[in-house]
């Protein structure tokens, strides 16, 4: 097969700064990506790692005047013709964009409780969406998007529809949600935090109907959250972010199995397992991730770094990504080396 | 620092008995009362001296009701709770003035948000001294050595006393509530979903120091959580409440082995595990939480259970005595044989 017809978004050294009147935030520094069609990708990491950056860098959400993709390209694949075109070269608010926005990519808000306009009726808001991609009557949209909201799993979708988004619990307007991103059938689908502020048994569903619908639309998703947990449900691959660039990526199995990157490491360890020995201490990363505005040279973990604190890591570009094993990508100095595998007693 | 032990292990510091409260709703011109929010219903329990009881349960279904009443920052709408003060177990709802104001040194909160729970005009230092100096405990010189303790205590820069709160991290103000619910020595401490703000590294960092401080100052802890393994973790005994009763009443390692009650099987399968080989089989519980302001009849959870029969739509399940400390609610209880959590470590 070729090379060129595997990946459906492939994301090549971004980099989105912010500018801010304290100075340069490199929120997004060095980000490379790569999503299969019809897989998941987990992005996972902690508050501040730029995971939300990066989605909002391939939609072009970001806001204009304080910020910039300083380098990069994100390629992406057009359903139709097969074209791949260069997100990151087309104008953030020409048609182009918004032909794909909703369409072609879609995406899943944290908060299902703002992402919802409160003042227009469930239906407004999805068929608003239908309307805007598609060459159908009202009438038709009005359909579809009852049919959209029985495939969420929303029973009575023929009354919700005209409910407004108060009347609904936090998981029945993250499904309303979920249904208005796939109501025009995106081939890629990313989810920032879809249940972080959903209850386990919410969480639960949400997880399950995301995977169900997965397979029912043939579509690849990007899921970001910072619940381990989450992710060892539902992805295939992973990607682990921390101050804007991955630090490890591989599959889900590679990456729990046999973490490599000491940050990997860290944060795996610090999760309490339920069925585990109760009152086991917990083995957390020392510190706190560093302020967004300091520039850390090297590599950018070396001052949490349980492992390593040789001045090597301190030096200029840090590490580079290595392959370890095949497709598990770690950057990490204790792995750059010619025998390649190091510290793996863990 | 001195260890308060002399109440021994198995004391009970504070008892909990049929403790309801109902949020009255009004409505129209007349403000009549409408329903109630019945946030908290027949509740009962007990705390024993120096362990940790975690309660768990879904967004709405009491728990921080429950703790707020405790301390009274409510008032009961009836029932009692019983607290250990001198070897006597004094009600707290009939003191008063001084007497209400010498139990709230005993009892002190540590808060779910960081940043909404510090006033942000005020330093560290104000912070932490507040409740001495209200207390009149301290002052002076004396007063500042004692918040320095407190910063030590918690693992804090002692020169950093003198900032506001917006210059430290979601995990450091965390800290500082802790100092803040410290200042006064307290026995016991409710922590209100103390971790569920922070990141998943500085979450680990908080509960062992939750967890030394206990040791330390010979703590009693009500843990407040949504987060099942974190509880699991932290505590001795878990009690599981939906929809404002307690379901289930059991000590932690028992939770995972062997839950009684169907909600906590269902909430048990429902935590997503870090472990990508243990495909357990998940329930998935239909529908939302029903509104607590209409109660489902009988027991509360039937409208959501996957064993109800006809008699719990029909009658309050008992609080029945499963042996080996563990208690629940369920009519079923004896009948079912519910799957927990196999480890394969």
């Given at each position: 097969m070729n090379e060129n017809e595997k990946y459906l978004l492939k994301i090549n050294n971004l980099k989105t700064y912010f500018y801010t009147l304290d100075g340069i935030v490199r929120a997004v520094d060095g980000v490379s990506l790569t999503l299969k069609p019809g897989k998941t990708m987990g992005l996972v990491g902690e508050s501040g790692c730029g995971k939300s950056v990066t989605a909002h860098s391939i939609l072009r959400l970001l806001p204009l005047k304080t910020s910039q993709i300083k380098e990069g390209e994100i390629l992406f694949r057009r359903r139709n013709d097969k074209e791949v075109i260069d997100l990151v070269k087309i104008n953030p608010q020409g048609k182009l964009i918004r032909s794909i926005r909703g369409k072609e990519i879609a995406i899943i808000f944290q908060e299902p409780m703002t992402s919802l306009s409160p003042v227009y009726t469930v239906g407004n808001q999805i068929i608003e969406a239908i309307l805007l991609h598609r060459q159908i009557e009202p009438q038709e949209a009005r359909e579809h998007a009852i049919q959209m909201l029985k495939s969420v799993g929303l029973g009575m979708a023929e009354s919700m529809i005209d409910e407004y988004p108060h009347r609904l619990s936090g998981g029945q307007r993250q499904r309303v949600m979920i249904a208005m991103a796939l109501s025009c059938n995106p081939s890629l689908l990313i989810a920032d935090e879809p249940t972080t502020a959903l209850d386990v048994t919410i969480q639960a569903q949400i997880i399950e109907l995301l995977k169900s619908l997965q397979k029912q639309f043939q579509m690849a998703v990007l899921m970001i959250t910072h619940n381990l947990g989450v992710i060892a449900e539902i992805a295939d691959e992973i990607a682990v972010m921390y101050l804007g660039r991955i630090v490890e990526s591989g599959s889900l199995k590679q990456v729990f199995e046999n973490p490599l990157h000491p940050y990997t490491i860290g944060l795996l360890k610090s999760v309490p397992i339920i069925g585990n020995q109760t009152k086991k201490r917990l083995a957390p990363i020392p510190g706190s991730v560093p302020d967004p505005l300091s520039v850390i040279e090297g590599c950018a973990f070396r001052l949490r770094c349980p492992v390593y604190k040789q001045k090597e890591c301190a030096g200029q570009e840090g590490a580079a990504m290595v392959e370890?094993?095949?497709e598990h990508y770690v950057r990490c100095l204790l792995y750059d080396r010619d025998e390649g595998v190091r510290g793996n007693e863990n | 620092m001195k260890t308060d032990m002399t109440d021994g292990n198995d004391t009970v510091i504070l008892e909990i008995k049929n403790l309801t409260k109902h949020f009255p709703i009004y409505r129209g011109f007349l403000r009549r009362i409408v329903g109630n929010v019945q946030a908290v219903n027949n509740v009962s329990f007990s705390v024993k001296s120096g362990e940790t009881l975690g309660i768990v349960g879904e967004s709405g279904c009491g728990k921080t009701t429950l703790a707020r009443v405790i301390l009274r920052a409510y008032e009961a709408t009836s029932g009692e709770v019983l607290y250990r003060q001198n070897g006597e177990m004094i009600n707290i709802f009939s003191l008063k003035g001084q007497e209400l104001k010498k139990l709230r040194r005993d009892m002190q909160i540590i808060f779910q948000d960081p940043f909404s729970s510090?006033?942000?005009?005020?330093t560290v230092m104000e912070i932490i001294a507040e409740p001495l100096r209200i207390h009149g405990i301290s002052r002076g010189q004396e007063l500042k050595l004692r918040v320095g303790e407190l910063l030590e205590l918690v693992g804090l820069n002692v020169k950093h006393m003198n900032r506001y709160p917006n210059a430290f991290s979601g995990g450091q103000r965390q800290r500082i509530g802790i100092a803040r619910a410290l200042a006064l020595r307290p026995k016991l401490v409710i922590c209100d979903e103390p971790v569920s703000a922070l990141d998943v590294s500085v979450q680990a960092q908080v509960i062992n120091l939750l967890e030394d401080l206990q040791n330390e100052l010979g703590l009693t802890y009500l843990f407040i959580a949504h987060d099942l393994s974190v509880v699991e973790h932290i505590s001795d005994r878990i009690v599981v409440m939906y929809l404002g009763s307690i379901v289930e009443m059991v000590p932690a390692q028992e939770l995972y082995k062997n839950p009684k009650h169907p909600y906590t099987e269902a909430l048990l399968s429902a935590?997503?595990?870090?472990?990508?080989?243990?495909?357990k089989t998940r329930i998935i519980l239909p529908g939302e939480i029903p509104n607590p302001s209409d109660p489902p009849p009988g027991c509360k959870f039937h409208t959501r259970?996957?064993?109800?029969?006809?008699?719990c739509s029909k009658e309050t399940p008992k609080w029945r005595d499963m042996g080996n400390d563990h208690y629940v609610a369920c009519h079923l209880a004896d009948q079912l044989t519910l799957q927990g959590i196999t480890n394969n470590l």
């Amino acid at each position: 097969m070729n090379e060129n017809e595997k990946y459906l978004l492939k994301i090549n050294n971004l980099k989105t700064y912010f500018y801010t009147l304290d100075g340069i935030v490199r929120a997004v520094d060095g980000v490379s990506l790569t999503l299969k069609p019809g897989k998941t990708m987990g992005l996972v990491g902690e508050s501040g790692c730029g995971k939300s950056v990066t989605a909002h860098s391939i939609l072009r959400l970001l806001p204009l005047k304080t910020s910039q993709i300083k380098e990069g390209e994100i390629l992406f694949r057009r359903r139709n013709d097969k074209e791949v075109i260069d997100l990151v070269k087309i104008n953030p608010q020409g048609k182009l964009i918004r032909s794909i926005r909703g369409k072609e990519i879609a995406i899943i808000f944290q908060e299902p409780m703002t992402s919802l306009s409160p003042v227009y009726t469930v239906g407004n808001q999805i068929i608003e969406a239908i309307l805007l991609h598609r060459q159908i009557e009202p009438q038709e949209a009005r359909e579809h998007a009852i049919q959209m909201l029985k495939s969420v799993g929303l029973g009575m979708a023929e009354s919700m529809i005209d409910e407004y988004p108060h009347r609904l619990s936090g998981g029945q307007r993250q499904r309303v949600m979920i249904a208005m991103a796939l109501s025009c059938n995106p081939s890629l689908l990313i989810a920032d935090e879809p249940t972080t502020a959903l209850d386990v048994t919410i969480q639960a569903q949400i997880i399950e109907l995301l995977k169900s619908l997965q397979k029912q639309f043939q579509m690849a998703v990007l899921m970001i959250t910072h619940n381990l947990g989450v992710i060892a449900e539902i992805a295939d691959e992973i990607a682990v972010m921390y101050l804007g660039r991955i630090v490890e990526s591989g599959s889900l199995k590679q990456v729990f199995e046999n973490p490599l990157h000491p940050y990997t490491i860290g944060l795996l360890k610090s999760v309490p397992i339920i069925g585990n020995q109760t009152k086991k201490r917990l083995a957390p990363i020392p510190g706190s991730v560093p302020d967004p505005l300091s520039v850390i040279e090297g590599c950018a973990f070396r001052l949490r770094c349980p492992v390593y604190k040789q001045k090597e890591c301190a030096g200029q570009e840090g590490a580079a990504m290595v392959e370890v094993e095949p497709e598990h990508y770690v950057r990490c100095l204790l792995y750059d080396r010619d025998e390649g595998v190091r510290g793996n007693e863990n | 620092m001195k260890t308060d032990m002399t109440d021994g292990n198995d004391t009970v510091i504070l008892e909990i008995k049929n403790l309801t409260k109902h949020f009255p709703i009004y409505r129209g011109f007349l403000r009549r009362i409408v329903g109630n929010v019945q946030a908290v219903n027949n509740v009962s329990f007990s705390v024993k001296s120096g362990e940790t009881l975690g309660i768990v349960g879904e967004s709405g279904c009491g728990k921080t009701t429950l703790a707020r009443v405790i301390l009274r920052a409510y008032e009961a709408t009836s029932g009692e709770v019983l607290y250990r003060q001198n070897g006597e177990m004094i009600n707290i709802f009939s003191l008063k003035g001084q007497e209400l104001k010498k139990l709230r040194r005993d009892m002190q909160i540590i808060f779910q948000d960081p940043f909404s729970s510090l006033n942000p005009r005020k330093t560290v230092m104000e912070i932490i001294a507040e409740p001495l100096r209200i207390h009149g405990i301290s002052r002076g010189q004396e007063l500042k050595l004692r918040v320095g303790e407190l910063l030590e205590l918690v693992g804090l820069n002692v020169k950093h006393m003198n900032r506001y709160p917006n210059a430290f991290s979601g995990g450091q103000r965390q800290r500082i509530g802790i100092a803040r619910a410290l200042a006064l020595r307290p026995k016991l401490v409710i922590c209100d979903e103390p971790v569920s703000a922070l990141d998943v590294s500085v979450q680990a960092q908080v509960i062992n120091l939750l967890e030394d401080l206990q040791n330390e100052l010979g703590l009693t802890y009500l843990f407040i959580a949504h987060d099942l393994s974190v509880v699991e973790h932290i505590s001795d005994r878990i009690v599981v409440m939906y929809l404002g009763s307690i379901v289930e009443m059991v000590p932690a390692q028992e939770l995972y082995k062997n839950p009684k009650h169907p909600y906590t099987e269902a909430l048990l399968s429902a935590v997503p595990s870090i472990d990508p080989n243990t495909h357990k089989t998940r329930i998935i519980l239909p529908g939302e939480i029903p509104n607590p302001s209409d109660p489902p009849p009988g027991c509360k959870f039937h409208t959501r259970c996957r064993y109800a029969r006809e008699i719990c739509s029909k009658e309050t399940p008992k609080w029945r005595d499963m042996g080996n400390d563990h208690y629940v609610a369920c009519h079923l209880a004896d009948q079912l044989t519910l799957q927990g959590i196999t480890n394969n470590l």
